[in-house]
């Protein structure tokens, strides 16, 4: 993930958020807080904790995504440069080569971002934003039935 977005927060925010999960968090869970031990070693907790480093309780989050199996379907936006779609399909992919769930990237046909992937246009591009719409509304309906 790459949350610096001019609508998410700024560079400076983006890097202080991402160096503390990736070295105060696990140093404060360490120190004893009673009260974060308590919510970062339940079941949620660890595997929010297995999200943020890949690095970090990986045979954990790996039998998690696997008990998911075909519940799960994730698709990615190929221009989104927030969450790129290459690191869903990294995150989802175990170490034995197999991916947990299904996997799709899609592209759509006009100027869109992480922000706004359905932007309002007035010209003929409104139809191809509306019809991108009700394809993924349409996509994730039919995978739950």
Request: no cysteine; net charge positive; proline share 2%.
């Amino acid at each position: 993930m790459k949350g610096a977005s001019r609508l998410i927060m700024d560079n400076e925010a983006y890097n202080r958020v991402y160096s503390y999960y990736m070295q105060d968090f696990e140093k404060e869970i360490e120190n004893g807080k009673k009260i974060m031990d308590r919510i970062l070693s339940t079941r949620v907790g660890m595997t929010f904790r297995s999200m943020i480093d890949f690095s970090r309780f990986r045979k954990f989050r790996e039998k998690s995504l696997s008990a998911l199996g075909d519940r799960m379907l994730s698709v990615g936006l190929a221009k989104d440069t927030v969450i790129p779609a290459q690191g869903i399909a990294d995150t989802l992919r175990l170490s034995s080569g197999r991916k947990a769930g299904r996997i799709e990237i899609w592209d759509f046909q006009y100027n869109y971002s992480h922000e706004n992937p359905f932007p309002l246009y007035k010209t003929a591009e409104k139809k191809l934003v509306d019809n991108s719409f009700m394809k993924l509304i349409s996509h994730a309906a039919a995978f739950l039935i």
